[in-house]
């Protein structure tokens, strides 16, 4: 960038020569090799589109000479990622789940895995926050219906319940008392749960009720309706109610029965779109932990 | 079109600068800056730091891949990333101050892109000798003598490249283990890549586009101007003292010879090429060389010095009619200048008073909302929280966790013993943990819609405390 030592003055700018109604084109001109750069980006687009995906055409762009695509890639980071954790899967598969909190590492990996197990298989009933609705169970609080220690849940994942693809299914069914027992009696039984539950009622019926719910209920939901879980059946003097613990709901209970029914998730059940050991595993680790695990 | 001629080319090719050797204070201020900049450069990342076992020894570290920067006594994690706003900003108004008393200064002295050409021609110059004699090499043809010097400086180029390159990564990695590694050819190929990198910029840069980086590619120059006026400090020629210079028109028609003699020794040494008796211009970067140089030929002839000198702008008038400029302090100290310097400490004391206050344990909560409550069997209202515990301390802490309210409630972490509210945390580390807080049945909290809470957390060893306010959900009726 040296200025010719010639004195040159700084407002004696070379002109191109060129000239409108008097005006002129000054010349500063540029360095060369910005030039060639600009030329040298021009070969690169060029060569660029040569070697990557680039031209659209109507089915897909032009491929490129190097065969890349993103596509393939992601697959590629899939496998590989599958590849670095097929270690840590074959061993959830064969864990002994009573002490997978031991291994930080494999707990860790369980639940995160579980969590997305969860979220696209289970959620869709229990809520993506695990917490249920009416008729699906909350899976957050300390309540039970089959039991709630992570190898109680691993088989209520594995076989469902109340379903048909499982023989091995969780299965017991609540009597319709609809036709069996006098209004009178339902609504006494109705008022000695929600005596038992700590709710307000009738006393007079539910002296009655409870003599009914000794006949009729106790056999499942135990003397004093502690429930059961090996038969399902719920637990009738706590705070926790799958359907409602008001006095209708409870009548409409009694009257009707319920059928709560779930999915055998395990592969063996649902070809094709099961859950493999390892998956199950996950997720009831997953939902052990969420706050209620016993 | 009013020319048939051939129209003169659109473009030009670089006009090679061959900057003499010259002496003097500004040359010698120049060398002790390169001096310091590139020894705090190349030696910092070598110094040791003693932090305990669970830290890095270095004094001066970034560690990316843990996010921590290591500063002395200083430890900077993500979330206080505001202290390197602060820098970065105390650095923009450092130069904003400078160059509105200095003018270019920056450019001139301290400037990696000035420092490593300056490196690069004293370079050449051992080598290939002084101006007259790279002139000649660069004119000759391309024997066997041009050859040994031009790959023997291309060489040494490259060595001052890989250490640039070499030192840039030991600031991210613990020095003495990547030396090794690198050496052995063990080292993260990141190092090498980083390092080649480095040292062909550093060779393009210093070595080969030289002024070029400064008049085309950096931005700076061009915002400086804004920073600049009348009283800024920069580099002229006192042409009213030198002209008519000798052997021009004027003093060949009889007219007094100026000063100058035109000599061409400003304009030899001039790294950017350029004569600075056009009036300070585009180019200047105001390394002063051009002074040395003058006053070195005024000396010899008789004459004051500083023909070519420092002086702002507003004492030309002044000169021009024989007066005496103002000293140099009066143009330095004026209301801009003084303005930068207050922003420059204000922003300096925020940071200094931030990292005095801030505390070594934290914590953030987030309370889980997917469901808001859980009803347990026993009928009380269960909130959960998810609590991130930060230990800034170099050895592992047990935190206490516990919480305030107006109503009762009682608090447990996930996975640990109903009473036990003690988590460990690792050194340098966070750790999440599930909290739940639980009311009774009936009670207020759990029949309120929600109720204010505060979750406290002591370092068991140091008597820290750190408080986050949130609240707790309740049914609401």
């Known amino acids: 960038m040296s200025k010719k030592q010639d004195n040159k003055k700084q407002d004696e700018v070379e002109t191109t020569g060129h000239s409108w109604d008097g005006i002129e084109e000054f010349n500063n001109p540029l360095p060369k090799w910005w030039v060639w750069c600009l030329y040298a980006t021009i070969v690169w687009a060029i060569l660029y589109t040569i070697a990557y995906p680039a031209w659209p055409m109507i089915k897909g762009a032009t491929p490129g000479l190097l065969g890349y695509s993103t596509r393939a890639e992601v697959a590629e980071d899939i496998a590989a990622v599958d590849a670095a954790n097929a270690e840590l899967i074959a061993k959830l598969a064969a864990v002994d789940l009573t002490t997978i909190t031991d291994d930080a590492e494999l707990h860790g990996f369980a639940v995160n895995g579980g969590g997305a197990i969860f979220r696209a298989n289970c959620s869709q009933c229990h809520g993506s926050g695990a917490a249920g609705t009416t008729g699906f169970p909350n899976l957050l609080d300390d309540d039970w219906l089959w039991g709630g220690t992570i190898e109680d849940i691993v088989y209520t994942v594995t076989h469902g319940v109340r379903n048909e693809q499982s023989l091995d299914s969780r299965y017991s069914e609540m009597t319709a008392f609809d036709e069996i027992l006098t209004d009178e009696e339902i609504t006494g039984v109705v008022n000695h749960v929600l005596a038992i539950s700590g709710q307000d009622h009738d006393p007079a019926a539910a002296e009655l009720g409870a003599t009914v719910f000794y006949d009729n209920c106790a056999a499942c939901h135990g003397d004093a309706g502690e429930g059961m879980d090996a038969l399902g059946a719920p637990t009738l003097t706590d705070a926790i109610w799958l359907y409602g613990g008001d006095e209708a709901t409870i009548t409409e209970t009694v009257r009707y029965a319920r059928f709560g029914v779930m999915p055998a998730w395990s592969a063996e059940y649902r070809v094709g779109s099961g859950l493999d050991q390892a998956e199950i595993n996950a997720v009831a680790a997953y939902v052990h932990q969420l706050g209620g695990g016993e | ?477």
């Open chain 2, 1 to 477: 079109m009013s020319s048939s001629e051939t129209p003169p080319s659109l473009y030009e090719a670089r006009e090679p600068v061959f900057p003499r050797k010259v002496k003097g204070t500004f040359r010698s201020l120049k060398w002790l800056i390169m001096l310091a900049t590139l020894g705090v450069y190349y030696i910092t990342p070598w110094i040791r730091w003693d932090r305990g076992p669970a830290l890095p020894d270095q004094a001066v570290l970034i560690d990316l891949a843990n996010r921590r920067f290591f500063f002395f006594w200083i430890e900077i994690w993500p979330h206080e990333f505001y202290f390197i706003a602060g820098l970065l900003i105390m650095a923009g108004l450092g130069l904003f101050l400078f160059t509105s008393a200095l003018g270019r200064v920056w450019c001139g002295y301290t400037c990696p892109q000035t420092v490593w050409t300056d490196l690069f021609i004293a370079t050449e110059r051992w080598l290939e000798g002084d101006r007259n004699a790279r002139v000649r090499l660069w004119k000759s043809k391309w024997d066997l003598k041009k050859w040994r010097l031009r790959l023997s400086k291309w060489f040494i180029w490259v060595i001052i490249g890989l250490s640039t390159g070499g030192a840039w990564v030991f600031y991210f990695t613990d020095a003495p283990t990547l030396a090794v590694g690198l050496l052995n050819g063990t080292a993260h190929p990141a190092a090498y890549t980083t390092m080649a990198i480095l040292a062909l910029a550093t060779v393009f840069f210093g070595g080969i586009a030289r002024e070029q980086v400064c008049i085309y590619a950096c931005p700076w120059p061009r915002i400086q101007a804004a920073m600049m006026d009348e009283d800024t400090i920069t580099i002229g020629y006192r042409e009213w003292r030198g002209e008519p210079r000798k052997d021009s028109d004027a003093v060949q028609s009889g007219e007094p010879m100026g000063d100058c003699i035109d000599c061409m020794a400003c304009v030899n040494v001039c790294p950017m090429g350029i004569d600075i008796r056009d009036g300070q211009q585009m180019e200047c970067i105001t390394c002063g060389l051009c002074i040395d140089a003058c006053d070195d030929i005024m000396a010899k002839t008789g004459k004051p010095r500083g023909l070519v000198d420092y002086f702002a702008l507003k004492d030309e008038p002044v000169e021009r009619a024989g007066g005496a400029p103002l000293p140099v302090w009066k143009h330095v100290f004026r209301p801009r200048t003084i303005l930068y310097t207050v922003l420059w400490s204000l922003v300096g004391f925020g940071l200094l008073f931030a990292l005095f206050i801030r505390s070594e344990i934290d914590m953030t909560v987030a309370p889980v909302r997917n469901p808001q409550f859980v009803t347990l069997s026993d009928g009380s209202i269960r909130n959960a929280y998810d609590i991130r515990l930060r230990n800034m301390y170099g050895d592992m802490r047990e935190f206490e966790i516990t919480a305030t309210s107006d109503a009762v409630l009682r608090v447990e972490v996930e996975g640990e013993e109903a009473s036990d509210t003690i988590v460990t945390v690792a050194a340098d580390e966070t750790t999440l943990v599930r909290v739940y807080v639980m009311s009774g049945r009936g009670e207020a909290a759990s029949a309120a819609e929600r109720t204010d809470i505060r979750f406290w957390v002591e370092d068991l060893e140091s008597g820290d405390r750190s408080h986050q306010d949130t609240i707790f959900n309740g049914k609401g009726n």
